[in-house]
């Protein structure tokens, strides 16, 4: 899959799946912004891997004026956006909901839902007066089987990208723009170090048909895939990234 001077701009860029991804979508020939927001040693590695055609941008993608410049000083640096993978967000941490404040519930939905609105709405600008581009999500298993443990309020905010998504393009497709999203499943990230336990990870990975963890790098293909012209009639794909978890 060639982007060969497409730009490309991956949110939540610096670790684990977006590093990935802004990896994988240089190497394919793409000029890559990415966002981070405390992954600044990560972020400057990844500088340092990639050199000249990637543009590491701290930012806070719940706050409209961040992704504002995000997205102007993207544009002035390489020029128009090809491609959106609106990949930042996370768990923040595990609740049951009778435990769940009303402040982690709206930080969830800011994290994972509105900075992926905001992501959205702005490439859309960029996008629409071209009559081109892609846009890729970051949804979850978790939108399908409800997440695990003290995480509905993650379910719950990753369901709602899903359903934007699709949503989203309905509306874009006859502008020419495509948005699917991805969902993965337990791919072996710093989210699980965090979040899930040896033994947890390894009962998940009992119950996979493909007995084994995903890889960052296995979300990243079907990323770049989304956005590829061989992808050219998908529209509103969920593509669940698991190994046939929930099938």
């Not at 581009?133 to 003290?150: C, E, K, N, Q, R």
Request: aromatic share 6%; proline share 4%; with cysteine.
């Amino acid at each position: 899959m060639s982007f060969q001077d497409k730009v490309v701009l991956v949110t939540g860029g610096a670790s684990g799946i977006g590093a990935a991804a802004t990896r994988a979508f240089a190497k394919a020939g793409a000029r890559v912004a990415f966002t981070y927001a405390t992954s600044r040693d990560e972020a400057a590695a990844l500088s340092a891997e990639l050199g000249a055609k990637t543009l590491a941008l701290p930012a806070d993608l719940t706050r409209p004026e961040a992704v504002t410049e995000v997205f102007a000083r993207t544009e002035r640096e390489f020029g128009p956006l090809d491609v959106l993978f609106a990949n930042a967000g996370g768990l923040l941490q595990r609740s049951r909901c009778v435990d769940t404040t009303l402040e982690l519930w709206q930080q969830a939905i800011a994290l994972n839902l509105t900075s992926t609105f905001l992501c959205c709405q702005a490439a859309l600008r960029s996008m629409e007066p071209r009559r081109s581009g892609a846009i890729v999500t970051m949804a979850s298993l978790a939108a399908f089987d409800g997440g695990g443990p003290g995480a509905s309020h993650y379910a719950a905010t990753k369901g709602a990208v899903a359903t934007f998504t699709r949503s989203l393009a309905k509306e874009v497709g006859p502008l020419g723009i495509r948005v699917n999203g991805v969902a993965p499943g337990l791919i072996g990230t710093r989210f699980h170090d965090v979040f899930n336990t040896p033994q947890g990870r390894a009962a998940v990975v009992e119950r996979t048909p493909l007995r084994r963890e995903g890889t960052p790098e296995d979300v990243a293909e079907a990323v770049l895939y989304l956005a590829s012209d061989r992808a050219s009639f998908l529209a509103g794909e969920i593509l669940q990234v698991n190994g046939g978890m929930g099938f």
